[in-house]
């Protein structure tokens, strides 16, 4: 897996492990998740959809629409979801006295992200 910034398109690679070990560890420093989002835009170019027919593209997107709606906000599955920029300062200030990589502190302080596959 991997994290992408928004902005810079930088990447940061870990394995699902080394994640998951990275938010555990930030909750023990006081973390509080605020949640993550997914944004349509993203999500209907990520699962296009091979039919031109327009009561099939519909569908997709009402699909795609309202799998974004209720997104449960997760940290834990990389689904392309964004960990907003409050987030981002919020899991820097929690880990900035840990034993995370330096590049990853780096790639925090670089603001918002993708969480992928």
Same mark, same amino acid.
């Given at each position: 897996?991997?994290?992408m910034?928004?902005?810079? +398109?930088?990447?940061?690679?870990?394995?699902?492990?080394?994640?998951?070990?990275?938010?555990?560890?930030?909750?023990?420093?006081?973390?509080?998740?605020? +949640?993550?989002?997914?944004?349509?835009?993203f999500?209907?170019?990520?699962?296009?959809?091979?039919?031109?027919? =327009?009561?099939?593209?519909?569908?997709?997107?009402?699909?795609?629409?309202?799998?974004?709606?209720?997104?449960?906000?997760?940290y834990?599955?990389?689904?392309?979801?964004?960990?907003?920029? #409050?987030?981002?300062?919020?899991?820097?200030?929690?880990?900035?006295?840990?034993d995370?990589?330096?590049?990853?502190?780096? =790639?925090?302080? #670089?603001?918002?992200?993708?969480i992928?596959?």
């Amino acid at each position: 897996m991997f994290l992408m910034n928004i902005t810079t +398109g930088a990447k940061y690679e870990c394995t699902i492990e080394e994640w998951h070990g990275i938010l555990a560890m930030a909750k023990e420093e006081g973390w509080e998740p605020q +949640g993550t989002v997914l944004d349509l835009a993203f999500q209907l170019f990520i699962h296009p959809e091979p039919n031109c027919l =327009f009561e099939s593209d519909l569908f997709v997107t009402l699909y795609v629409h309202h799998y974004c709606l209720s997104w449960d906000g997760n940290y834990w599955v990389p689904e392309h979801q964004i960990v907003r920029d #409050e987030d981002c300062a919020s899991l820097l200030e929690a880990l900035v006295y840990s034993d995370v990589p330096a590049e990853f502190l780096d =790639f925090l302080g #670089e603001g918002p992200f993708r969480i992928c596959p």
